[in-house]
């Protein structure tokens, strides 16, 4: 049996979820967005002795008026298995726990929904449970105490290698023996004597319960051996605590004997980024299901992004804030028209830090990337307080993998393209469709490419974009800012020449003698100097605000204020 659809109703800060899970399922987002509901809700689902009390006090409550939802829904059922199927034509199973005042469980069954019983529910749990691994699970997880972890592991693992015939707890009762006999007796004696009374009693020292197995593990303390050396667990460091704690939960998960769900919070605590990958790799190959919170773009990128669940704050009309979750859709390469291989093999060039982001841009090249980057914080955007990522595409045939993507995650995102994106060339390339200054020329018409109509859907708009694109770039810059479009007048550096005192900073830079000194010049004889990153940079930092490229401006007055518009 497997977890296939969790959907969620008004749970601590999510108003409505549904996640499609997946063999391995992250849940990934910034701090106190609600990742860890989402496992906790698992645990009231499964576990729900142990979430009563939160349920009692409201800290689950997504106002104390509502009514929390968690539905789960259950494919490859076995044929044994005697829950009702939600229809005859699926082989599933649908239940779901609704609490306000108290737990109201049911069952989906031919579209109608019908009491649950408690019977059901042991049945449920014999095909499949969850454990949750908690984010604290060091000292108290791996030290030998009455409740810890490390005890009941030892325990479970003792009893199921002594079930069938114990032959150790005679031996413990006969060394027992010897000890009373032979040294207690002797003490039960003493005391008698020293009570100074002549009534005919014995006192007799005795275990209170026959003594067994039990008696020798007690105190038992993990150790890591390296070499030679061996050390206490709790004398390690926080990563090899964390692994240590996740491999007894895992055992007792496995020791059940049903199938399981691992439900950890932030696997990569404490371990490099190798470890982390590592560890991720050895959690697929166990015989189970694992969900988890993290904040680690190392074992993001192990993932595929339909295993990514995204989970971020949102504006709320009726509590301080709610929580929205976003996935890709399985319909989303058919929809999107886009090959699944194709953009792997994007994406795994790409470090995943931008799931993490309040604010995404995307440019074409990193000299895009890192001459917006300059032109936002020089006007004063701290991309740290805004949560901002750049993301450079490495040229415009991978914006569609990147602009679905944000989009349907519900991430806010900006893209700065050259012309030639929208526009073909009007000899197809730069080099034969230059006018005699150097300068591109293009055909008035679109390229072939679907993005474009994505984008702006109207035809009408498009056609009058493209019109734009031609006898006013200014005014057609504002239509595709109303869609966080920003496209230079030619390209990032072509833009720069036209800018009169530019012209004059890159001829001294360059050392171009007076008599050489035009457009055509550097565009055509300087273009590979004129795309170095430094001198556009220190050519842009030469200038005053006033002077720069209206696209530059544009880009460095607008973006600001998407950016700070995103945050709630």
Not at 241 to 253: N, P
Request: some cysteine; overall charge neutral.
């Amino acid at each position: 049996m497997k977890l296939q659809k969790i959907r969620i109703e008004k749970f601590r800060g999510i108003r409505t979820a549904e996640i499609d899970v997946k063999t391995e399922t992250a849940l990934v987002g910034q701090n106190n967005c609600g990742k860890s509901s989402i496992l906790r809700a698992l645990n009231s689902f499964f576990n729900f002795e142990s979430e009563k009390e939160n349920f009692n006090s409201y800290r689950h409550a997504f106002q104390k008026t509502s009514t929390s939802i968690i539905d789960l829904e259950f494919s490859e059922i076995p044929d044994d298995c005697q829950l009702h199927r939600t229809n005859a034509e699926e082989n599933s199973v649908r239940i779901r726990l609704k609490y306000r005042r108290s737990d109201i469980w049911e069952t989906l069954h031919n579209n109608n929904w019908i009491t649950c019983s408690v019977e059901d529910r042991e049945e449920l749990q014999r095909f499949i449970r969850y454990v949750y691994v908690p984010v604290s699970r060091t000292d108290s997880a791996l030290s030998w105490s009455p409740d810890g972890l490390l005890k009941e592991a030892v325990m479970s693992w003792v009893q199921g290698h002594i079930r069938n015939r114990d032959r150790i707890s005679p031996k413990v009762s006969r060394v027992t023996d010897l000890i009373k006999d032979r040294a207690l007796s002797g003490l039960s004696k003493h005391l008698r004597t020293l009570t100074h009374v002549k009534d005919q009693f014995i006192f007799e020292l005795d275990y209170s319960t026959p003594p067994d197995y039990s008696l020798l593990i007690r105190n038992i303390t993990l150790k890591v051996k390296d070499g030679e050396k061996s050390f206490e667990i709790l004398d390690c460091g926080s990563g090899i605590q964390s692994l240590a704690a996740i491999g007894l939960y895992s055992y007792l998960a496995e020791s059940i004997g049903s199938i399981y769900i691992l439900g950890i919070e932030e696997p990569e605590q404490n371990l490099h980024p190798q470890a982390q990958q590592s560890m991720l790799n050895t959690l697929k190959d166990l015989p189970l299901q694992v969900i988890f919170t993290t904040h680690s773009s190392a074992i993001i990128d192990t993932l595929n992004h339909e295993q990514v669940v995204l989970c971020r704050r949102a504006f709320s009309k009726t509590r301080s804030f709610e929580i929205t979750v976003t996935q890709l859709a399985p319909s989303f390469w058919n929809n999107r028209n886009i090959d699944r291989e194709r953009y792997y093999n994007f994406y795994r060039r790409k470090n995943s830090e931008f799931f993490f982001a309040d604010f995404v841009i995307l440019t074409e090249s990193p000299i895009d990337s890192e001459l917006v980057r300059y032109l936002l914080e020089d006007a004063k955007l701290c991309f740290a307080k805004y949560s901002v990522s750049i993301i450079s595409l490495d040229g415009v045939n991978s914006l569609d993998y990147a602009y679905h993507l944000l989009s349907d995650l519900k991430i806010s995102f900006a893209v700065v393209v050259d012309k030639d994106f929208f526009l073909p060339y009007y000899h197809d390339n730069l080099e034969h469709s230059r006018n005699p200054q150097g300068f591109p020329r293009y055909r008035r018409e679109y390229k072939n490419n679907r993005l474009i109509q994505d984008m702006l859907p109207d035809p009408n708009k498009r056609n009058e974009l493209l019109e734009l694109f031609f006898s006013n770039h200014s005014k057609a810059m504002t239509i595709l800012q109303d869609i966080n479009i920003f496209c230079f007048r030619y390209s990032m550096e072509i833009d720069l020449i036209g800018s009169a005192i530019a012209r004059e900073i890159l001829f001294d830079r360059l050392n171009i003698n007076e008599n050489e000194q035009s457009p055509q010049e550097l565009l055509i004889n300087r273009k590979k100097k004129l795309k170095n990153l430094e001198v556009i940079i220190e050519t842009t930092r030469s200038l005053p605000v006033r002077s720069l490229p209206n696209s530059y401006k544009k880009i460095r007055k607008k973006i600001p204020d998407l950016v700070q518009s995103s945050k709630i």
